[in-house]
């Protein structure tokens, strides 16, 4: 049987300095230790904010993806997770989100809104991304002919479908920046916040409901497609596109890219994919939560692998 994650538990009398307070619901620390800085966020009530972002990180990894390095942690008896500064203390960069990059292109950009802001749409984002100026994130390694910003946002997409990713809005996703040489140094950031994601929402009712597929338009096939990406095909739209959808728009300016990233997909096992899951402590994770984040991972698989037959 697979080792199980480890849960840290936080002492923030004595283990933690504290760097910043955020809301109720985060705060900034450096380990005393190490010296490293991380944010602990606290999960809401009733959800599984904390296992639905440690399983999406660890399939980031599968994948090939930079994303945020995440703990299970519970800070004073109360569950949530660790998230690692991959700014690394700003070393690596000042991360600017996807609404301050959008307002470049345009000044009337709703930077302060965060509902239903149309303007994050498709040809924004293929406006902004393959500019030269936005590269690639240093120290990573990348599957050959992955050359562009765009061709790794586009990976970010695909894990958005597989996952069942809801919150990849302006704010969840940006760019580093940092002087280099007296220029700037501008990168795609890591993906990070994806505690939207595998059904972490759902009551264990509904889990099974859906699972099981017994009443009408409930079954897992319903709930996976509608997904909402949070991007819009065009700037107006009343509906953002779903998370398959915005996939499929995005890749026709990468289609080179869109194979490489489902071979990679099609490359990993379903049992690496079920390990993800199955190595969530029990205390955190239910035997029903375990097998719907699995049905739905498998599901969702198919339909992006059917996109290549």
Known sequence: MC????????????????????TKTKFWFVNIKDNIRWLFKYNRQNTGEDWSEKI???????????????ELAKCEDQRGVLSKDFTERKTKGNLVHGNELLRVIDSDYPMKQFWKVSQHSVNNIIDVLPRDFVRLPYGYSFPSNIDTALDLFLGYLMFDVLIGNTDRHHENWGVLVRKEDSELHVELSPTFDHASSLGRELEETKRESLLVGNSYKAD???????????IYLN???????STL?????????????????????????EDSLKECISRVPRSILSDMSEEFAFQLLLFNRNRLLNLIG
């Open 3 to 22: 080792q199980s994650y480890p849960v840290y538990n936080l002492n923030v009398n004595e283990k933690l300095q504290i760097e910043q307070m955020g």
């Open 56 to 70: 999406a990180s660890e399939i980031a990894e599968l994948i090939g993806l930079p994303h945020a390095i995440v």
């Open 220 to 230: 897992m096939s319903t709930y996976a497609q509608r997904a909402s990406s949070a």
């Open 235 to 241: 700037t107006g739209d009343s509906k953002p596109l």
């Open 245 to 269: 959808d915005a996939f499929v728009e995005i890749s026709n300016y990468a289609p080179h890219a869109r194979d490489i990233w489902l071979d990679k997909l099609r490359d990993i096992a």
